[in-house]
């Protein structure tokens, strides 16, 4: 499966974005999918998670109740909505599939697909 990311962009703290990440080259409804993000000098981490049964997951306290992690099967495609923004959120982020479908969903390796990555940066 193929990955394409998009939707990033440069706002303000505060601000909303969504990002999508779409799929090609196989149907999603079988994989987890998940959302990383690497800010500057940092590594990469884990920020959300979509079961293939659709559960989903964002579990971290820097962006419990900002984030939100949706799937639509029929478009191919994830989504991750990200609301007040914050500064700390600047990163590349990245969308990533599981066709094995893990139970640790927030660990790098048990993805072996990912996109190329998009740039948020929330700036003043």
């Known amino acids: 499966v193929q990955l394409q990311a998009s939707g990033g962009g440069l706002v303000q703290p505060g601000d909303s974005l969504r990002l999508s990440c779409a799929a090609s080259g196989n149907t999603i409804n079988r994989y987890n999918m998940g959302w990383f993000r690497q800010a500057p000098g940092k590594e990469r981490e884990f920020v959300c998670a979509s079961r293939w049964s659709n559960s989903n997951t964002c579990p971290a306290d820097s962006i419990k109740g900002r984030f939100t992690i949706s799937r639509d099967n029929a478009k191919n495609t994830i989504y991750l909505q990200m609301n007040s923004l914050k500064p700390e959120d600047t990163a590349v982020y990245y969308c990533?599939?599981?066709?094995?479908?893990?139970?640790?969903?927030?660990?790098?390796?048990?993805?072996?697909?990912w996109g190329q990555g998009t740039l948020v940066t929330v700036s003043s």
């Open positions: 990533a599939a599981d066709g094995r479908r893990s139970v640790a969903i927030a660990t790098e390796r048990s993805y072996g697909y």
